[in-house]
């Protein structure tokens, strides 16, 4: 076993790519004060109105279409993982393996690995299989959960081909100790608790330093009994049982007026039992054990007219499976990636963002061969922002990276925001992206081969969009509706070769078309009574256009499996007083489940409902009692062929606080 | 099927077709039942391993065309999880679906589900089936860990295991000559290098003859000679997975006279061993899938082939006892739909057809 230090055996100024980027951020910084002289106006600009921590995501990212998804969450939502929350509440498609098995997100037609999760700015995809577990992230670990939809190359480089979920952690503001304590009891053997302790320091309005610490633990049977269709008789769900422990620390510290130092660590460890296709007789007993590392460390800058992020985070991915045939098979990797970026105030209509991202990836596979497998990547971006006559605001941005000393497609994007009225926006972007192959695809060995000659994958993607926000009397409204159309060139796909085994191949080109609707009402009475719906439609054709020798000429103009056309989502709440009524219904078009279109997964709908209750004790204690019903019309429903769902269950959520 | 049992149909089938003729002058209300392979044959599509996406499809020969998805249309639920073979056999269709542990059994006619023999009647991995006599079946089974082969004898009244043969490691295909059956151990998940010989009286093993390495398919010839074609065997280095040739042994097809190898021509090279060998009507010709051909060998040669027949690769073989036709199966992956060939015994294409995902082999 390799120690953690021959990791880090690159002499740093020695490595090229390295020195580039530092030069390049030393530049950055060495600007500042030209731009500080160019602006005659001392008042407090970046600050004043909105507090920006993330200059990308909420001021460069103003022609796109982003999607908060706490806000329509009924129920307990931090007791759900992320895949639960993105299948009910997010134009996402959720593309999984049945209740505990590997989710992925696809979003706008696009493949399983194009919307990457960002959390606190950091990629975590993974290196090995350009996927991350949907399931296995807590709910109760996120603060802010955001979906952006469309091409993002520019601001946040490879692999954000469909869009990107964007996830926070924040230290919220406090003073004292605070806490938190969650139980959780649900069907099938599900259990879950959690803890939230946090202790701030707050000088005057301002917070000084603040540390918040929360774990989990969770462990569910998920044994639960469906009619098998493909043995024709009742059976338990078996082997399918998920236990689940993580740490969450963070620590914030002002170090003064303009600068705060943030570190956070996240520490989770999963044991995930695979149960396989209901159709099979025999069970290959298959398990997988996850842990993951994910430390980082942010610094921020904030002066009158600039604002500096620096961040470095070190994210470490241990994964083993075993089953019946193979035994133990391990799979390591370590990602560091550093990222240093400026945002820059002119005047009030126009920003500028330059950002250097630096990031290098190692994996140990077993059935690497004798390889180890790694990539130095270092990418530039900048984009820059002008409003014009008070309605209009233009952004443009661009990004190059250098990936082992081969450049990368360039990534440039256009996006125009305009104020059409006093409740109309309209909006429109046009972008590239790429994605690059993942470790597995270069190189795999055995039977079957991975194929180090593969090309990225790339494509341009373009959307149009209105939102309005009415409000009448008690009523706020927002709608909006976006249409989009996604060019994805040398899409990878693994086929079979002469004789046994696959190989991963550039082969096809696909044109992913559709819109997306949401609507948003809210009904206040008071602060004590109201009552909230969202809704959501989206329409999804994701085809292949274009097959080159090695893939099936068959396949041409069909519809990319587990590619619903039709999605539907929708959700309402009820605030009385101490009581919250919830429902949330997801109705699910049919999708194919084989490339020439042959073979149908059944539509299928699930209404959930829950009921809270909210009793404050006293001003420094309160206990939530929330219990869910879900799927209460006990459909029977496989979320991908082979891998029933479970009929209707219950949870019940005991949450108590104090301060 | 056999030679013999052709023999036995084919005999009342013109029986038959006399009765027919003239009962259908007086009485056209009853028409005779389409005999085996008369009216049409299946074809098995195996589906991708771990997708449950497993079909059947008929091929009528009036109409020229192929139906898909018999089993599921006609009884409203799915086949399951990789079908590894089909086996017509009193006029019943025992459809062997591997990875559901279970073989369906349906009307030869109708399509409709007759019995399903799965876990709980004692079947854990089945691959072939054979059919002794009307009440009695034998199913090669690869049991759970793959290696532990065993021929389960299931009483086709009951539809349930009433023994259990053990019989070496991944039993394959087997036949019925001479009243002896004869069992190829392809190795399963480990490797072999018999043909078991068993009385289906006793339900015994009378012989073990040892042949090449993982021996899969068997035919019988005009002469009542036996011919196994295997794949040899193939050695991995547990650190690089290449493949070690010095370990490794080729594929080969052998010829067995009176229970005794007279014959075993070896495959030029490791990795590429003759598979799925079928016989013609005539029984002096044999095909079998072998780099990446179909190739035609007469039961005289004592060498292999230097050219196929065929000069492309399919996933699934067989010939049409009926006609003579070469059939193949064409899979171009494991997740779409694959094709069905028809060609002459002179190598030319006849006509193809859309199958289900994967066609590995036919029933008749």
């Not at chain 1, 926070?168 to 599900?190: E, R």
């Amino acid at each position: 076993m390799k120690g953690w230090r021959s990791y880090f055996s690159i002499n740093l100024f020695s490595n090229r790519i390295l020195s580039f980027g530092l030069a390049l951020s030393i530049f950055c910084l060495a600007f500042l004060p030209a731009v500080g002289q160019l602006s005659s106006n001392d008042t407090v600009k970046v600050l004043q109105t909105v507090e920006i921590t993330d200059s990308r995501l909420q001021l460069f990212s103003s022609g796109d279409q982003i999607s908060k998804i706490l806000p329509q969450a009924t129920g307990y939502p931090a007791s759900s993982n992320l895949s639960q929350l993105l299948m009910k509440y997010s134009a996402v498609n959720v593309r999984s393996y049945g209740i505990s098995g590997l989710s992925t997100a696809s979003l706008r037609g696009s493949g399983s690995n194009h919307t990457p999760v960002f959390w606190e700015g950091i990629n975590l995809q993974s290196s090995m299989n350009g996927s991350l577990d949907l399931t296995l992230m807590p709910a109760f670990f996120l603060d802010e959960i955001s979906l952006q939809h469309g091409s993002l190359g520019a601001l946040y480089g490879a692999g954000t081909l469909g869009g990107a979920i964007h996830l926070g952690s924040a230290v919220q503001p406090t003073s004292g100790i605070s806490g938190k304590l969650f139980q959780q009891l649900g069907s099938f053997g599900d259990r879950q608790t959690g803890v939230q302790l946090q202790y701030g320091n707050q000088r005057g309005a301002a917070q000084r330093s603040a540390v918040c610490v929360r774990a989990f633990y969770r462990q569910a049977d998920n044994d639960f009994p469906y009619y098998n269709i493909y043995r024709v008789r009742p059976e338990q769900r078996q082997h399918a049982g998920i236990n689940q422990k993580g740490i969450l620390a963070e620590f914030y510290q002002k170090l003064s007026p303009q600068q705060n130092l943030e570190v956070k660590y996240w520490l989770q460890d999963n044991y995930v039992e695979i149960p396989g296709v209901a159709a099979a007789g025999i069970s290959n007993q298959g398990t997988q054990t996850d842990l993951f590392h994910r430390m980082v460390a942010k610094w921020t800058l904030t002066n009158t007219n600039y604002q500096i992020h620096a961040r470095t985070a070190i994210l470490g991915h241990r994964l083993v499976y075993t089953d019946n045939v193979i035994e133990n098979s391990l799979n390591e990797a370590i990602s560091w990636i550093s990222e240093v970026e400026g945002t820059f105030y002119f005047n009030e209509k126009q920003w500028l963002l330059v950002g250097n991202n630096h990031n290098y990836e190692q994996a140990e596979v077993s059935s690497y061969g004798a390889q180890l497998a790694q990539r130095h990547r270092t990418a530039l971006f900048a984009s820059y922002q002008a409003q014009f006559h008070e309605r209009l605001e233009a952004t443009v941005g661009l990004r190059e990276t250098l990936i082992d000393g081969n450049w990368s497609p360039i990534l440039p994007s256009l996006s125009l925001a305009y104020t059409a009225g006093e409740y109309w926006n309209l909006r429109t972007k046009v972008a590239r992206s790429y994605n690059l192959p993942t470790f597995n695809d270069l190189y795999w060995s055995g039977v079957s081969r991975g194929n180090p000659n593969l090309q990225p994958e790339s494509g341009w993607g373009a959307d149009f969009g209105v939102e309005a926000q009415p409000e009448y009397n008690r009523w706020k409204l927002r709608g909006s509706f976006t249409t989009f159309s996604n060019w994805f060139n040398n899409w990878l796909q693994w086929v079979p070769q002469e004789g046994l085994g696959w190989s991963p191949v550039n082969v096809q080109r696909v044109w992913a078309r559709g819109l997306e609707a949401t609507a948003n009402a809210q009904y206040e009475v008071n602060t004590d009574f109201f009552f909230r719906l969202w809704g959501l439609y989206s329409y999804t054709r994701s085809t292949k256009e274009e097959i080159k020798t090695g893939g099936n000429p068959a396949e041409l103009h069909k519809q990319l499996i587990y590619t619903p056309v039709h999605q539907g989502k929708a959700s309402a709440l009820l605030h009385y007083h101490h009581w919250e009524l919830g429902s949330t219904i997801n109705i699910i078009g049919q999708q194919f489940t084989d490339d020439t279109n042959n073979q149908l997964l059944a539509s299928y709908a699930t209404t959930d409902i829950s009921l809270a209750y909210h009793w404050q004790i006293n001003d420094s204690h309160q206990l939530t009692v929330n219990s869910s019903l879900n799927n209460i019309f006990n459909h029977e429903y496989e979320v991908r062929r082979g891998f029933p769902m479970p009929g209707r269950n219950y949870q019940i959520n005991l949450i108590y606080q104090f301060n | 099927m056999n030679r013999n049992l052709w023999r036995t149909f084919a005999f009342w089938a013109l029986f038959l077709s006399i009765q027919t003729i003239s009962i259908s002058c007086n009485d056209d209300d009853n028409p005779a039942p389409p005999l085996a392979g008369q009216a049409g044959y299946f074809i098995v599509n195996e589906g991708g391993f771990g997708n449950a996406n497993t079909s059947l499809s008929y091929y009528d020969r009036q109409k020229d065309s192929v139906l898909n998805n018999v089993f599921s249309n006609t009884n409203n639920r799915p086949m399951g999880d990789q079908t590894q073979s089909m086996t017509v056999f009193d006029d019943r269709g025992f459809i062997v679906v591997q990875n559901s542990s279970k073989i369906e059994v349906i009307d030869r006619e109708t399509f409709e589900s007759l019995a399903t023999i799965g876990i709980d009647e004692g079947i854990v991995s089945p691959r072939y089936f054979l059919g002794i006599n009307p009440t009695k079946g034998y199913v090669t089974d690869w049991g759970a860990d793959g290696v532990s082969g065993t021929v389960k004898v299931v009483d086709l009244n009951s539809y349930q295991v009433t023994a259990t043969i053990p019989v070496g490691a991944g039993p394959n295909s087997l036949i019925n000559y001479n009243n002896l059956v004869y069992v190829a151990n392809g190795g399963g998940l480990g490797s072999d290098n018999t043909v078991v010989v068993i009385d289906p009286q006793t339900d015994a093993i009378v012989q073990s003859i040892t042949v090449g390495d993982n021996p899969s398919s068997l035919a019988v010839d005009a002469n009542g000679n036996i011919w196994v074609a295997g794949g040899g065997k193939l050695v991995y280095d547990p650190i690089d997975f290449s493949v070690v040739e010095a370990k490794s042994t080729p594929g080969f097809i052998a010829r067995l006279e009176n229970d005794e190898v007279a014959l075993t021509i070896p495959a030029g090279q490791i990795s590429v061993g003759p598979a799925n060998v079928n016989i013609d009507p005539t029984g002096q010709i044999l095909y079998f899938r072998y780099k990446g051909g179909i190739y035609a060998m007469s039961t005289d040669n004592t060498s292999l082939p230097t050219t196929p027949l065929i000069d492309q690769s399919f996933y699934g073989l067989g010939v049409d006892p009926v006609s003579g036709e070469i059939l193949t199966g064409q899979a171009p992956n494991f997740s779409s739909e694959g094709s069905f060939f028809r060609y002459s015994t002179t190598g030319n294409i006849i006509q193809s057809y859309s199958v289900g995902i994967a066609p590995n082999g036919f029933a008749f």
